[in-house]
């Protein structure tokens, strides 16, 4: 079965700071999904990124970046020079390919003060 | 933009009480989800639908049920709501991405439905 961990259950930092969440998963799978998602307090979810199993490719969006590395099941997000506005809480999440079900992590709450 | 519309974003109901919870999509979308959300859980699947009248468990369908009688419709029911299940629900839909390599799914959150259980 597939499972995800998110070991960090809040985090808390001052505006500018780097923030590295950590993730990791569990699969049998050989094709497998990896998704992070932002919720901040109005509580939708907000899509940031998805990766699949084959590309092992370190992706930069802006202030967000992602490391993916298969040989210790990881997939670690990483905000730079943190904002207020990055305040919410942050999923981790794992989709088998012939599954098409997303398991989630427990989050990860991040506070960024001013 | 997909929207994933669920009807209550607040509801209190009674202990015993039947409530049901609804979710449309409105983007022709095969799958549809229904999670709950807890402090330090994360979002556990309830029950899942990839077509119209099928449904298959999650991890937690336990005093749950649900219906698909139409593609954009998803409903949850608690045929007897217990107190324990207090949380926040989401409903999703997905949908294939094709051309991206193996089989991948996008995936559309609604907003929520904060249920408390008195």
């Known amino acids: 079965a597939q499972k995800v961990t998110q070991a960090q259950t809040e985090i808390s930092v001052v505006e500018k700071e780097d923030v590295t969440l950590d993730c990791v998963y569990e699969?049998?799978?050989?094709?497998?999904?990896l998704f992070w998602y932002k919720q901040p307090p109005s509580g939708e979810l907000v899509f940031l990124i998805r990766r699949n199993s084959f590309d092992e490719q370190n992706e930069i969006s802006g202030r967000y970046s992602w490391n993916f590395q298969k040989s210790t099941s990881s997939f670690n997000f990483t905000i730079t020079a943190s904002q207020v506005v990055d305040s919410a809480v942050y999923f981790c999440?794992?989709?088998?390919?012939?599954?098409?079900?997303?398991?989630f992590g427990g989050g990860t709450r991040v506070l960024v003060k001013p | 933009d997909v929207k994933v519309t669920q009807s209550s974003r607040y509801l209190v109901k009674r202990t015993g009480e039947k409530v049901f919870l609804e979710c449309v999509q409105d983007?022709?979308?095969?799958?549809m989800f229904w999670y709950r959300q807890d402090p330090g859980l994360g979002l556990r699947l309830i029950y899942f639908?990839?077509?119209?009248?099928?449904?298959e468990k999650g991890d937690i369908p336990e005093g749950y049920s649900v219906s698909r009688e139409k593609k954009e419709r998803f409903s949850l029911i608690l045929e007897s709501a217990s107190t324990n299940q207090t949380s926040m629900y989401l409903c999703?839909?997905?949908?294939?991405?094709?051309?991206?390599?193996?089989?991948?799914?996008?995936?559309?959150f609604g907003s929520g439905t904060r249920l408390t259980v008195v």
């Open positions: 699969t049998r799978d050989t094709t497998y999904y």
């Open positions: 639908s990839y077509d119209v009248k099928m449904k």
């Open positions: 983007m022709d979308h095969e799958n």
């Open positions: 999440a794992l989709s088998e390919a012939a599954g098409n079900k997303l398991t």
């Open positions: 999703a839909s997905s949908f294939e991405i094709r051309g991206t390599g193996p089989s991948n799914y996008g995936y559309t």
